[in-house]
């Protein structure tokens, strides 16, 4: 009965403020939020959890990338040129 009862209220708490939330009119700023404080680091060599994952590719850039599954071909993203060394 009791698990009943927080449901229906729940339910409208939420038409309430629904209700309310289209009264506020077209918006121009679209803002996306993730919650990232479970990141230990932001140093792309030392990150290993997803929220730190996440964080370090919106702000580092790669060197090199490869362009549709294709590993022979790679295409330079920041590097314009380069040379492969005769020991490799």
């Not at 599954?69 to 330079?76: A, E, H, I, V, Y």
Request: hydrophobic content about 45%.
């Amino acid at each position: 009965m009791i698990g009943v009862l927080i449901c229906i209220l729940f339910s409208v708490w939420a038409l309430v403020h629904g209700v309310f939330a289209a009264n506020y009119g077209p918006q121009q700023t679209v803002i996306v939020a993730r919650d990232i404080t479970d990141a230990l680091t932001l140093d792309p060599n030392l990150v290993y959890e997803r929220s730190g994952f996440i964080a370090d590719h919106n702000i580092y850039s790669n060197l090199i990338t490869f362009v549709g599954g294709n590993l022979t071909q790679p295409r330079g993203q920041v590097a314009r040129s380069w040379e492969v060394s005769q020991d490799v």
